[in-house]
């Protein structure tokens, strides 16, 4: 990966998208203008329909749709990883060499998109996604492995992401989705913020726009990527400060200056990202109309704790407690205070957020080591008094060799 497409093509819509159940995936960006219905700036190009028009990433493999059928076993209801307002996701197998469909448990495990036959909206967003996973290629984005546009068929196929969204990991109740450690987190958040970073960098220049936990898969490691390019916008350039453009994105998760003014720029995703760091340390969702009156809203209801070390409990996941120390939880809080900030001016750089994430996982190792060398050293002392009270002599000639 890593070919640039000669033109951009800008996704300027969505539609309003559901698949709360999903196991893999759940895309629910949505139209978030104002309620006058006005576009503030709405810039779209002519939707090409054919391969030739559209795709000149060779490095991309074009599928045929019946290899495809093949793969995912005719798109069986039991092969269905995901849906949405885009389509659905299915499980496949293909050939790891020739990409030829596999047998069910052979070869390459697959995740593929297919786009609802009659979604126009649906139909740019798979050309934003094949624009630009097309061209990027980073360990912190999902690999778009190839495509299909054939008759009205229009399909992508990325990498499989074994242990599904961030989102069933910190929601979902059940056996397979246990709740996240504490260090866990951190290595996702930081990996989350280097795919952002990587996006926003001088030479990419993207915004990402639609940032939030059901956009964030999981791969075996628990190593971060993102997925869902469907919203994804090119930055401002020249002398220019943002982009106009339409509202869109999820409810909870976009920047007040973007739904105010429809003014996107990188600090947008910036605040995003703040959104979902609450989510990850706190276990609450950034909406939830089920939480008491006045707790709806998560930003809302934390920033008064997040700046107080005393107070700070109160946003914590109580499930993870005793898991970390409270000095680098208040940095963490402090961190998503500042990404929160009603002031894009006041909000750090993903690049920044990258370096304190990095120094708090350093951290959070030297507080482990120390905290594992100060346990065995209790346990030593304990051990040799137990041994002294029965046999004085031989605790004195018999020192621990356990290593320190």
Avoid at 245 to 257: N, Q
Avoid at 317 to 325: C, H, K, P, T
């Amino acid at each position: 990966m890593g070919i640039c497409l000669s033109a951009r093509i800008k996704a300027e819509g969505s539609p309003a998208h559901t698949g709360e159940n999903s196991k893999y995936e759940r895309t629910d960006g949505s139209d978030l203008s104002n309620s006058s219905g006005k576009v503030l700036s709405v810039s779209v190009p002519p939707t090409p329909r054919s391969e030739g028009e559209i795709l000149q990433a060779t490095n991309l493999k074009s599928f045929n749709f019946a290899d495809l059928k093949m793969a995912t076993r005719n798109f069986r209801p039991d092969s269905v990883l995901g849906e949405g307002g885009f389509g659905s996701v299915f499980k496949g197998w293909i050939d790891e060499n020739s990409f030829a469909a596999a047998k069910a448990g052979t070869g390459m495990v697959i995740a593929v998109k297919k786009l609802h036959q009659e979604s126009f909206q649906g139909h740019r967003e798979w050309l934003a996604e094949v624009n630009y996973l097309g061209q990027f290629s980073h360990p912190h984005l999902v690999k778009l492995i190839g495509y299909c546009l054939e008759d009205e068929h229009r399909l992508l196929v990325y990498e499989f992401m074994p242990r599904g969204s961030l989102e069933n990991h910190l929601f979902r109740r059940g056996s397979y989705f246990q709740p996240l450690s504490w260090s866990l987190r951190l290595k996702v958040a930081l990996g989350a913020a280097k795919g952002l970073a990587f996006l926003h960098n001088a030479e990419t220049k993207v915004i990402y726009r639609d940032f939030k936990t059901s956009n964030i898969l999981l791969d075996s490691n628990y190593n971060a990527k993102l997925s869902d390019f469907g919203l994804a916008k090119d930055g401002p350039t020249g002398d220019k400060s943002h982009v106009s453009t339409r509202v869109m994105g999820t409810y909870g998760y976009a920047a007040p200056e973007y739904l105010a003014t429809g003014h996107l720029t990188a600090r947008s995703d910036v605040y995003s990202y703040g959104v979902v760091l609450l989510e990850m340390i706190s276990g609450r969702r950034a909406i939830d109309k089920n939480k008491p009156s006045g707790e709806h809203k998560l930003v809302e209801w934390a920033k008064p704790y997040l700046a107080n070390k005393r107070k700070l409990f109160r946003v914590l996941d109580n499930r993870l407690e005793g898991q970390y120390s409270m000095d680098v939880a208040h940095r963490v809080a402090t961190l998503a205070l500042r990404c929160i900030s009603g002031e894009p001016k006041l909000r750090p750089t993903m690049e920044e957020i990258v370096k304190e994430l990095e120094q708090l996982q350093d951290s959070k190792n030297v507080d482990n080591t120390s905290s594992k060398t100060r346990n065995r050293q209790r346990q030593r002392r304990r051990s040799a008094g137990d041994v002294s009270s029965k046999n004085p002599i031989a605790a004195y000639t018999r020192p621990s060799v356990s290593p320190l």
